[in-house]
């Protein structure tokens, strides 16, 4: 028997085990998402939970874990009347990331079809879940297409499949538990919103805990039996706990007052989304039950905004989650406080209660005057102007060509004929590389239906539809040439808008500038934005132009991370075009950087050159740079952020 590490041995990380509980207490919450480092006891505690809740009644032997009072029409075992009922434990299903559709969904039975000829549905893991667990290692890597089916499922509790035949609807509701490390990359907002609840988490910083918790793992492993026997009484209890708090829900008040409460802290908050209110008095009135109370206070309210509010105020990727605690507490300090009497009779207008001319009131000191509040504003140093990136720039798609069919999981630009994504059609293949086993079986039915049997020309391959992933590399000209600020505040900005856009579709984004003798990478290629920010905040400017050296160093990168992340290349070049500097001192500096700009295109990089040139005088280069890259050419007189981005974004849209 494998055994679990108990969820009441876990050492610390009290807010996650409460968020836990309370989806426990009521599942229509959604579910919880875990994030935070490697090694902070995720998964732990989401494997741990189904240990401790109470047994559900199911009928026995059924894939859809109907209730007995509720059988579902399509179930063969709940129709069946000799059936009986049963007490099992609650589901904790695991959905690999790996997994197909068809595993998740249901899929045509295919040993009825063989046997008896039959179309029947065989249930996936949405209906193996069904009034349990649903749990989700790293969410934030899960293929786009099966995102997709968990915020419909979500969404309406129900899986509906319509396939090979079939058209079958089953009950889904399910608890969504999710982990995921942000080092990986961000969730999509869709269903970054479906979660209740969003606890970050961290390893302790007390030595004596961190010390405690390693003791406790050790001994589990090295006895995994006894320690969870060690354990066993105080599991029951928090079993039992929570069988109480399931049971009294449905009696839990809520003061008229709270919910006044409940929707200013949402709006002091700046929470878009109105089921942020929902689910705050959901995870409100849970804490109480739990607590065994019967009565939600304005403390319970103000505990699960902690849970409830964090992960919904994130309007964009720079901005930090968390809530501000001191203006929570002062918020719920003002929310217990009894109203103030009702105001004294005023004086007449004009007059003090004295009966004297106020009417010409000086302003408070406290509050300066418009010319004293015009001179307090001061403007930013000349350094931080000098390197500070515009504000990002709202990005759309950027869509890029894909190369060649590649297994990477992007989110951008469609590419068919990937082992893995959505199943488009099935063909006729005499050698398929991923047998359509439904779609042969139906043909070999439909070709002779007295007498089944399957033959090569019956045999069909899946068309798999997925999104390539994309590397979008900047080559950035730092040099004197280039010179105005004002170009690398709009450059900065560019690559922070395009990481807006990039985070959402597992993209990478990375930058080459180039200025004195040389070229460096300053951004490798990344997902993470606050990397993003830190390296770009102070790039210089000035000195000579190794272009030839920048895309030495472009087409390097290049062969490291596409042909190793199987990404699809956007090369963009922002430059004048006016190279003065050479990799051999023996050759021409610009008819070098011609010669490394050609060998690029031989590969087939899609490139963009914008043209940096200023001033009355020009040499045109930067058009023969995007000429010998094959690419398109674009001048930019006129440039900010949010130009430059679109100018990218429909190019090559």
């Known amino acids: 028997m494998k055994h679990h590490y108990p969820f009441v041995a876990i050492v610390g990380q009290e807010q996650l085990k409460r968020a836990l509980l309370l989806c426990a207490v009521d599942p229509s919450m959604g579910g919880v998402l875990i994030r935070g480092d490697k090694g902070t006891a995720k998964s732990t505690a989401a494997r741990g939970l189904a240990e401790v809740l109470p047994p559900i009644a199911r009928t026995t032997g059924c894939g859809f874990n109907c209730a007995p009072d509720a059988p579902l029409a399509e179930c063969p075992t709940c129709q069946d009347p000799e059936t ?9 299903i695991n ?37 349990g667990l649903l749990y989700i290692d790293e969410i934030n890597l899960l293929a786009d297409h099966l995102v997709d089916v968990l915020l419909d499922v979500a969404a309406m509790g129900v899986n509906t499949v319509q396939r090979e035949g079939l058209s079958v609807s089953h009950p889904a509701r399910i608890t969504l538990l999710g982990t995921m490390n942000q080092e990986e990359g961000e969730l999509r907002p869709q269903l970054l919103d479906r979660f209740g609840m969003m606890v970050e988490v961290s390893a302790p910083r007390d030595a ?55 929707s200013r802290l949402c709006c002091e908050f700046e929470v878009a989304s109105l089921r942020a209110d929902i689910m705050l008095n959901k995870a409100a ?54 109203p103030p009497p009702p105001p004294a009779a005023q004086p007449p207008s004009g007059q003090d209660s004295a009966g004297s001319d106020t009417g010409d009131t000086q302003p408070n000191d406290a509050e300066p005057t418009d010319g004293e509040a015009d001179d307090n504003a001061q403007p930013g140093s000349a350094a931080e102007q000098l390197f500070a990136a515009s504000a990002p720039a709202s990005v759309g798609r950027i869509e ?32 398929p590389s991923q047998l359509a086993l439904d779609a042969t079986l139906k043909s070999a039915l439909l070709r002779n239906p007295n007498d089944f049997t399957v033959t090569r020309a019956d045999l069909h391959d899946k068309v798999r539809v997925g999104k390539q992933a994309n590397l979008i590399l900047l080559v950035v000209d730092a040099s004197g040439s280039m010179a105005a600020k004002r170009r690398m ?33 300053v951004l490798p290629p990344t997902r993470q934005i606050e990397q993003a920010e830190r390296a770009l905040s102070e790039l210089p400017t000035g000195g000579r132009t190794p272009l030839a050296h920048a895309l030495q160093l472009t087409a390097e990168t290049l062969a490291q991370h596409t042909r190793a992340d199987n990404l699809t290349p956007l090369l963009v070049v922002l430059s004048d075009g006016r190279a003065n500097i050479a990799l051999d001192t023996r050759q021409d500096p610009w008819r070098e950087a011609l010669a490394l700009a050609e060998a690029l295109a031989g590969q087939g990089t899609p490139a963009l050159v914008l043209d940096t040139e200023e001033g009355y005088v020009r040499l045109g280069r930067a058009r023969e740079l995007a000429s010998a890259l094959q690419g398109e050419y674009l001048p930019m007189d006129t440039l900010s952020a949010e130009s430059l981005t679109l100018t990218i974004r429909q190019r090559l849209g």
Do not use: N
């Open 84 to 92: 009986s009922a049963e007490a099992a434990p609650v589901p904790f």
């Open 95 to 131: 959905l690999p990331l790996g997994a197909t559709e068809d595993r998740v969904l249901g899929s045509l039975d295919f040993e009825k079809a063989l046997k008896h000829g039959q179309q029947a549905f065989k249930p996936g893991l949405l209906a193996a879940a069904h009034r």
């Open 208 to 262: 004596a805990t961190r010390a405690e918790v390693v003791r406790r793992r050790l001994a589990f492993e090295a006895d995994p039996a006894g320690f969870t026997r060690r354990w066993a009484a105080d599991t029951v209890a928090l079993r039992q706990t929570l069988h109480a708090a399931q049971a009294g829900l449905a009696a839990v008040v809520m003061p008229d007052s709270l919910f006044d409460f409940i």
């Open 285 to 338: 009135r849970a804490l109480a039950a739990l607590d065994g109370r019967r009565e939600v206070t304005a403390e319970d309210v103000r505990d699960a905004a902690e849970l409830v509010l964090p992960h919904r105020r994130r309007k964009k990727p720079f901005e930090q989650s968390g809530l501000d605690r001191d203006k929570l507490d002062e918020l719920t300090r003002q929310a217990t406080e009894p």
């Open 400 to 431: 890029v060509a894909a190369l060649h069919a590649s297994e990477a999981s992007g989110r951008r630009s469609s590419s068919e004929g990937t082992r893995h994504g959505h199943t488009l059609r099935a063909v006729p293949s005499e050698a």
């Open 489 to 521: 505040e709009a450059v900065k900005g560019c690559v922070l808008g395009l990481l807006q856009d990039a985070y959402q579709r597992r993209d990478q984004v990375a930058v080459i500038a180039f200025r004195g003798s040389e070229a460096e990478l």
